[in-house]
């Protein structure tokens, strides 16, 4: 039995055996293996079972942000120059709101979305970083097929 647990890697926080490569989560309290980070928006931390759809989710994200931003834009500028009509008034507020948030809605998912491929192209996660882990070079395609599945087909 000794000689297993010197072989084995157990938990500081939770006292459970534990794969290498993982870390504790505070906030799920349970150790997640190859964890980037933990993300209030989906509640879960982003880890080796679920970065590809994080990656997506952000991505999907992005692109509604910018549909919203041109069809608003869209809109905005089919209404202009303004007219009295209170309503119009409104709307034209609205769209001025639904521009700005789409925006910066959209730009903070695109440099999530870039920071997230980055760190998934060098195969170390942001603790990895923030702990100055440093892991074999396996190559990008490597790296993305093995977050995104497939021989390098990205299934």
Known sequence: SSDLDSLLIRCGICDAYKPAKSHHCRTCNRCILKMDHHCPWINNCVGMLNTKYFVLFLLYTFIYCAFAFVCTLISFFNNFPFESDLWLLVCTIG?????????????????MFLDLIITICSGQTK??????????????????????GGDGTFS
Do not use: P, Q, Y
């Open 95 to 111: 769209s001025a709101f639904m521009l700005l948030f789409s925006a910066l809605f959209g730009v903070f998912c695109l440099m």
């Open 127 to 148: 603790i990895d970083r923030k702990k100055d882990v440093v892991l074999v070079d396996r190559g990008i395609a490597t790296n993305l097929s093995e977050v995104f």
